[in-house]
């Protein structure tokens, strides 16, 4: 039963990898009155062939108009960030894949709750006046092998602000991160699956988030934390 789950997962994250390509290869909008430009994406994944665990990271670096990066460099809008993760994510899967909350938990379900295909921890954050981070770590899951369960794993979105000399646009360093994680269809069937399935489609669909952020359309924060 576990095997068809993961197989339905799998297909919901292709439809979220066809719909995030088509995000990607669209052209920047323009966030207000101000140009916000992504001008480089770089991916970089790899499994370790002894242990399995695989660390994935697609960066994006952000071109922005330093005051309106002024406004948006608080502790609600890396919150604001974080949701904003998720709720694309529900997007480009047509609504299959969510993100249910509980005050410890977040879970990542194939269209309700007791489909848990990963479960982190509650967010941690940190920000100061040049980086930004918030981190969730993994605990278990359906796409997760048992040997990754409560193992140190975790997926990371950081931000950090690039050198503001006046009068010039901002430069903004964007990161997702997943690390140390140990996926089940790896163990269960193979790599190879793995790295044409699952893998690629965290890629396109992480690369894709990063490209909409030229939009400057944060989500509201579903607990708020730093809500003001």
């Known amino acids: 039963m576990t095997g068809v789950w993961i197989g339905a997962a799998l297909l919901a994250l292709l439809l979220a990898a066809t719909a995030a390509w088509l995000t990607l ?13 992504i ?15 695989v660390r994935s990271v697609q960066k ?36 299959l894949i969510r993100v249910h909350y509980t005050e410890g938990e977040r879970a990542v379900v194939l269209v309700a709750p007791p489909l848990k295909l990963l479960t982190f921890r509650a967010p941690e954050y940190e920000i100061s006046a040049s980086h930004g981070l918030v981190r969730w770590r993994i605990e278990r899951g359906l796409l997760v092998a048992r040997r990754g369960r409560d193992d140190g794993g975790y997926l990371q979105i950081e931000v950090r602000r690039g050198q503001e ?13 997943v690390a140390n994680f140990y996926p089940a269809i790896a163990v269960r069937v193979s790599r190879r699956l793995y790295e044409a399935t ?3 489609i965290h890629v396109i669909v992480t690369k894709s988030f990063l490209r909409s952020l030229v939009r400057l359309d944060f989500a509201e924060s579903r607990v708020g934390r730093f809500r003001i």
């Open 198 to 200: 699952q893998s690629r």
């Open 165 to 177: 000399p006046e009068d010039v646009q901002a430069s903004l360093h964007v990161t997702v991160e």
């Open 60 to 95: 994006a670096e952000v071109l922005i108009d330093r005051r309106a990066l002024d406004e948006i460099w608080t502790p609600t809008h890396l919150e604001r960030l974080a949701r904003t993760y998720w709720r694309f994510l529900t997007r480009v899967t047509l609504g």
């Open 25 to 37: 290869n669209r052209d920047p909008r323009r966030a207000g009155d101000q140009r916000v430009e």
């Open 39 to 53: 001008v480089a994406l770089a991916d970089a994944t790899a499994i370790d062939q002894h242990s399995g665990a």
